[in-house]
């Protein structure tokens, strides 16, 4: 193997070991919000969070049925049964509003969060 080959090699690993490095640093320096669910009300029906940093959102679905958080501009959905809590992992945004919602109560189970 030539140096060069085996610079770029290195090089390689350096760069996946760092890739590494970024996804673990991203779940523990994630802002954590929390929010809860009941009678088809997000409380509170707005939530902030600044930009550029990955955000865990701490829901408890407080009311007698499931419901399925879901956004789609954030890219996520998840079922969080009657009584039950859920951790919803955001990726870092960039500023703006971002709408969720109960899919089972889609028209009035709505909410939104807003990145500063
Ligand atoms: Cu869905």
Same mark, same amino acid.
């Given at each position: %193997?030539s140096?060069s080959r %085996?610079?770029?090699s290195a090089?390689?690993? *350096?760069a996946? *070991?760092? &890739?590494?490095? &970024?996804f673990?640093a991203?779940a523990?320096?994630?802002v954590?919000?929390?929010l809860s669910?009941?009678?088809?009300?997000?409380d #509170?029906?707005e939530?902030? *969070? #600044?930009?550029n940093? #990955?955000i865990?959102?701490?829901?408890?679905?407080? +009311?007698?049925?499931? %419901?399925?958080f879901?956004?789609?501009t954030l890219? &996520?959905?998840? &079922?969080?049964?009657? +009584? +039950?809590?859920?951790?919803?992992?955001?990726?870092a945004?960039?500023p703006g509003?971002?709408e969720f919602?109960?899919?089972y109560n889609?028209?009035?189970?709505r +909410?939104a969060?807003?990145?500063?």
């Amino acid at each position: %193997m030539s140096l060069s080959r %085996m610079l770029s090699s290195a090089t390689l690993l *350096a760069a996946i *070991a760092l &890739v590494f490095v &970024v996804f673990a640093a991203d779940a523990e320096n994630a802002v954590e919000i929390q929010l809860s669910y009941k009678d088809k009300k997000f409380d #509170p029906a707005e939530i902030g *969070a #600044p930009a550029n940093t #990955p955000i865990a959102i701490k829901l408890r679905n407080l +009311g007698a049925g499931a %419901m399925e958080f879901e956004s789609k501009t954030l890219h &996520v959905e998840k &079922v969080v049964a009657a +009584g +039950g809590d859920a951790t919803i992992n955001v990726r870092a945004q960039k500023p703006g509003r971002y709408e969720f919602f109960d899919e089972y109560n889609e028209k009035t189970a709505r +909410g939104a969060l807003v990145v500063k």
